[in-house]
């Protein structure tokens, strides 16, 4: 969603600005924008759609200020336009800013500064704050920001200048990420912590409702009632290849292609072969609370929600917890049997969810430990869990959820692992599964070989219109996560469905145009999915099947067949799941997409 940036230091801001709007790209937007504080001249532009769009307009005409602001917008009141585009600038064109967030009480602010006089330009909510700061601008515009800030309902992360004082930035948070990168006579801020990892690896989170100011090399903190903060730096160890495509056409594809190391780096020291169970580190404070609980209930978006509803069924296998998956934007509005005894995983690549956030934030509340499975690392839910775990799949691009997911899966089979091996799973299983997992990479591997054979597939069935996904048990989410994948990356209406569920319903949309793709495992399930798959055969369904590598038996009763290697069924979808990530990818490439980024999509949702 909405991004960011924010330099002052001793070189040209648009070049950096610039660069670090294009590492936001990736988190979705409609229109960017950019204001450098010159001073004789202050260059402000914005343009609607792609910062390559901006990007001309600046190398054209901006100035060689070195300090400024930088946003990219993903529309939510008015329409992506220049005019709506940020940065917004009060009336007297003095005083810029950018923001992401949602201000909920602008009308009412806006009508008040209506009848003070001010005139508003454009519809957007974020407007208000240009003008509520100059109202309340006395020559400081750190405290203007405070007071302005104390009057506003919702979330906010914003940068500010003041032509007045060309090298401060200000900028402040609630409810949306604000980061400061601190190097040598330069000062950075950004939405996301890509945008400043070319610059330096010391940042500073800041909190909600805080303040900072930014001059060359230097910052300070205060609160919104101005009571100073004392904060060191904290260093991050950034990967910043991981942030470039390489020889990949696509981040996703090459996403997909880095699923071995990912899933070798999300068990990295994280084994305890001698007593077939598992490490994990960031557990281990509240590892008493754990192994005591008797609930856990898992909260997630999207591909996360995915993986927290096979993560159920991992856990009901491997140990005796009963387990909840719940939609997080669901979370709230349910009565929540919260307990002595119940834990709450929160699962989040971005670390960032708002409906994950709050969650969390209200199962805290009612007194729950809160826990973590996230991949950005310092990201705002990393912060407010109890204790939690990183997926160390490294910086994923893509809009898609790939490797991410791959990641949560195994780090959630091994707290399954943790919590079962101290109750009666026993040594041999606990073996059994880890000896399974770490087959993973190079059965990946073996599976990655085949992309040329699933490219083929979607050539033959991009052009559909819509597609079933159908699997049981360990393989129902997989059908859900496959039929999301296609969806948003290939615009084909999907539906992943638990096979005995077609009998229900669906099956009365199958006719020769409407492919089914089954995930027909050899495991406990596999004699009930073949039913299934002989139900659709009879209405004409074409049928292609994910199965065991060396089974024969499916013969005419489907039309293409994809294998993968043979494996514990409860650490089979880490397989699965692959060919269904590139059969997307190739029909969305052959659609001619924007796979790694989706129309009307952003990487983290950071809106309720
Ligand atoms: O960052 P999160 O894991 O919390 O994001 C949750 C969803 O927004 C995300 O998984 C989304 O569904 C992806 N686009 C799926 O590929």
Redesign the pocket.
């Known amino acids: 969603m909405c991004g960011i940036v924010a330099y002052t230091g001793n070189q040209p801001a648009k070049e950096i600005l610039i660069e670090g709007l294009k590492r936001l790209e990736y988190r979705g937007y409609d229109s960017s924008g950019i204001f450098i504080a010159n001073n004789s001249s202050p260059y402000l532009a914005r343009a609607v759609g792609k910062v390559a769009e901006l990007e001309r307009q600046v190398w054209n005409s901006a100035p060689d200020g070195a300090a400024g602001i930088a946003h990219t917008r993903w529309a939510t009141h008015g329409k992506p336009s220049e005019v709506n585009a940020h940065p917004h600038a009060d009336c007297g064109s003095k005083l810029y800013l950018v923001h992401n967030g949602i201000i909920e009480n602008y009308l009412l602010l806006k009508k008040r500064l209506q009848e003070a006089g001010h005139t508003f330009k454009s519809q957007t909510d974020t407007e208000v704050l240009a003008h509520l700061i100059e109202a309340n601008y006395q020559g400081n515009l750190p405290a203007a920001v405070q007071k302005a800030l104390m009057q506003v309902q919702g979330t906010f992360g914003i940068a500010a200048m003041h032509i007045d004082h060309p090298e401060s930035i200000v900028v402040a948070r609630r409810g949306s990420p604000i980061i400061l990168g601190i190097g040598e006579k330069v000062s950075l801020a950004a939405s996301d912590a890509s945008a400043l990892a070319q610059h330096t690896d010391k940042v500073v989170f800041l909190e909600d409702n805080e303040v900072a100011t930014l001059e060359p090399g230097k910052f300070t903190i205060t609160t919104l009632d101005n009571r100073s903060v004392s904060r060191g730096t904290t260093n991050l160890d950034w990967n910043i290849e991981s942030m470039d495509r390489g020889s990949f056409p696509h981040y996703m594809l090459k996403e997909i292609f880095e699923q071995p190391e990912a899933v070798e780096n999300a068990l990295r020291g994280r084994v305890n072969h001698a007593e077939a169970v598992a490490k994990l580190g960031g557990l281990e404070s509240v590892q008493d609370r754990l192994l005591q609980a008797r609930h856990l209930i898992i909260v997630?978006?999207?591909?996360?929600?995915y993986a927290g509803l096979l993560g159920r069924y991992v856990m009901e296998t491997l140990t005796d917890l009963t387990v909840e998956t719940e939609l997080a934007s669901e979370f709230r509005y349910r009565k929540l049997n919260i307990r002595q005894g119940t834990a709450v995983l929160a699962?989040?690549?971005?670390?960032?969810?708002a409906d994950?956030l709050a969650a969390l934030r209200e199962a805290k509340r009612k007194g729950a430990l809160v826990l973590g499975l996230v991949n950005v690392v310092g990201s705002t839910i990393t912060r407010e869990t109890h204790a939690g775990v990183y997926s160390h799949a490294g910086i994923e691009v893509g809009?898609?959820?790939t490797k991410?997911f791959t990641s949560q899966l195994t780090i959630l089979t091994l707290m399954a692992l943790l919590i079962g091996r101290s109750r009666d799973l026993s040594y041999e299983d606990g073996h059994e599964i880890i000896r399974a997992l770490e087959q993973v990479p190079d059965q990946i591997r073996e599976i990655l070989k085949q992309a040329g054979k699933i490219r083929e597939l979607a050539e033959k069935y991009c052009h559909s219109d819509h597609f079933l996904f159908v699997g049981r048990k360990f393989q129902y989410p997989i059908a859900l996560e496959g039929a999301?994948?296609l969806k948003?990356i290939a615009y084909i209406h999907s539906e992943g469905y638990a096979a005995g569920e077609m009998k229900h319903g669906p099956i009365a949309l199958i006719d020769p145009k409407f492919p089914t793709l089954a995930l027909a495992l050899e495991d406990a399930s596999y004699e009930r999915v073949v039913s299934n798959m002989q139900e659709i055969r009879a209405r004409e369904g074409k049928i292609i099947a994910i199965t065991t590598e060396g089974n024969t038996k499916l013969g005419s009763l489907v039309d293409d067949l994809i294998y993968v290697p043979r494996t514990h069924e409860a650490v089979a979808p880490l397989l699965t799941v692959v060919p269904l990530q590139l059969f997307a990818y190739y029909c969305g490439v052959l659609l001619g997409r924007d796979v790694d980024k989706p129309r009307n999509?952003a990487?983290?949702?950071t809106v309720e």
């Open positions: 997630s978006c999207g591909t996360s929600y699962i989040s690549q971005s670390g960032e969810t994950t809009v898609a959820s991410s999301l994948k948003e999509l990487k983290s949702v």
